[in-house]
């Protein structure tokens, strides 16, 4: 059994590097779509031996199938240039793929997207179908956000990094990019394909929801679309495979009418969908947000729902989208402790033991260190016990460490930068030990990474000294300029 890789790309020179690595000696063959790069991304691709082919930009789905044409193998597996591919998760997927192809039914495989944001924490996870049988009869649609005419497609515990939205700024540039693709691809579906029609809408409201925060005249384009769109989701109310396009809009539409400050409306639409049981963490927390001002009891409930749906992404069973983890977890460090109080500890606690959830163990560990220090360290070595490869977890631990000076601060940042080499605090941890150990060259190595992303002016200082410590009197000179100018 044949196996291709296939990827579009324009202009992935940064990214191009860490997907090829990870893709290197897995596949029968790696096919690239180039749609007009003008940086060296053709010649990277070429470099790790891949089949480059070009192809004027006409939409996503015209240059994904013009990789197809170009693939041989029994099954294709698509990629985008920010992706990157875990040894263990194609492992898992040559496991699955030989008792897939017992059932001739199947003619695709949807799996997990992790996003993750600036310095290697996740940000949200979705799902899409990127895996198919290579016949003529599947092939993709649509302009943006496209997907696949599969028949049968079933869902995999496989997981796929995403490092496509680390950056504020491009999320910003591409949802004004996908607002004018979504625009063709409505208007494509309109008399058409009213399912299809009813997708582009999910994803012109998400378009909208981003753009909003940019500019307040979105608020008002998107009105119209919000009414299209509740009077097409009827047409679907009783079809199961469309429950999550008919619901989770909900969110977007409250979180349009927050911004209106029409919290008892945005209540409305969250809870219609919360009772016909869709049940998802984003519209648990967006709950939490507008009850902390109306009612704090419920509050508190939301926001321990929000906090077990967030964990349940990891299961299987669990396709929803949520876009809100790291929301979730900003939330426990700077909010949360003013909605819980002394009195919530053992109630989060027993929840904690009950639902098994790391999240909420965050959640109880952060609001017994605030009320007793001391239970605390117990409390919290408990839950990295349970939940030792949690980034989230291992995040909180090691700045509680860090901010009591505990010595297991420096073995807990040694874990981390294993598998996270970006991770700022982990950084900062053993930046500011090598310095205090006089290992300026290790110093530099780690203070470096925090300094050039974020202000830490403790950081900064021990950097200087440390390249002076060195040598490197010109390198502080010019690195002293470029902090005034920042």
Request: hydrophobic fraction near 40%; glycine fraction near 4%.
């Amino acid at each position: 059994m044949k196996i291709s890789a296939a990827l579009i790309m324009k202009d992935e020179e940064k990214n191009l590097p860490r997907l090829l690595k990870s893709i290197q000696g897995k596949f029968d063959e790696v096919i690239v779509v180039d749609t007009g790069s003008t940086d060296r991304s053709k010649e990277i691709a070429k470099e790790f031996g891949c089949r480059v082919y070009e192809k004027e930009w006409q939409g996503f789905a015209d240059a994904r199938n013009y990789a197809i044409s170009k693939c041989s193998g029994d099954w294709i597996w698509h990629f985008d240039a920010d992706f990157e591919l875990e040894d263990k998760e194609f492992e898992k997927f040559l496991d699955s793929l030989r008792l897939i192809n017992k059932d001739p039914s199947v003619d695709s495989i949807t799996i997990f997207v992790k996003n993750f944001s600036d310095f290697g924490m996740i940000s949200g996870i979705s799902s899409q179908a990127f895996i198919h049988k290579n016949r003529a009869d599947i092939f993709w649609q649509g302009n943006i956000h496209e997907q696949l005419n599969a028949k049968r497609s079933i869902l995999l515990p496989i997981y796929i990094n995403h490092y496509g939205y680390q950056d504020r700024d491009i999320q910003i540039q591409k949802a004004f990019r996908n607002k004018e693709l979504i625009q063709k691809d409505l208007a494509a579906a309109k008399d058409k394909d009213l399912k299809e029609y009813l997708v582009k809408l999910f994803y012109m409201l998400q378009t909208l929801s981003i753009l909003a925060d940019v500019d307040e005249k979105f608020f008002k384009e998107s009105k119209g679309y919000i009414q299209e769109f509740l009077q097409v989701r009827e047409k679907f109310s009783k079809d199961g495979a469309m429950r999550f396009f008919i619901f989770y809009p909900f969110f977007y539409i409250a979180r349009f009418l927050m911004k209106q400050n029409k919290k008892k409306e945005a209540l409305k639409y969250l809870n219609h969908a919360i009772e016909e049981n869709f049940l998802n963490a984003d519209l648990f927390y967006c709950k939490t947000l507008i009850e902390k001002d109306l009612d704090k009891e419920a509050a508190k409930s939301s926001f321990v729902r929000a906090c077990v749906l967030n964990d349940k992404m990891n299961k299987i069973q669990d396709t929803q989208v949520v876009d809100n983890v790291e929301n979730i977890y900003a939330f426990i460090e700077h909010e949360a402790l003013g909605l819980y109080d002394a009195a919530d500890i053992e109630w989060l606690q027993k929840e904690w033991k009950k639902e098994r959830s790391s999240t909420l163990g965050i959640l109880a560990c952060e609001l017994v260190k605030k009320y007793d220090l001391a239970k605390y360290e117990k409390c919290i070595k408990k839950l990295l016990l349970r939940f030792a490869d949690n980034q989230w977890v291992q995040a909180f631990t090691l700045k509680s460490y860090f901010t009591n000076r505990s010595p297991q601060a420096l073995a807990l940042a040694e874990k981390i930068v294993q598998t996270n080499a970006d991770h700022l605090l982990a950084n900062r941890v053993l930046g500011e030990y090598y310095f205090r150990q006089k290992e300026y060259l290790q110093a530099v190595r780690y203070l470096k990474k925090v300094v050039l992303n974020v202000p830490d002016r403790g950081a900064a200082d021990m950097l200087i000294q440390a390249l002076g410590h060195l040598g490197f009197e010109k390198e502080v000179e010019k690195f002293v300029e470029k902090l005034k100018k920042d």
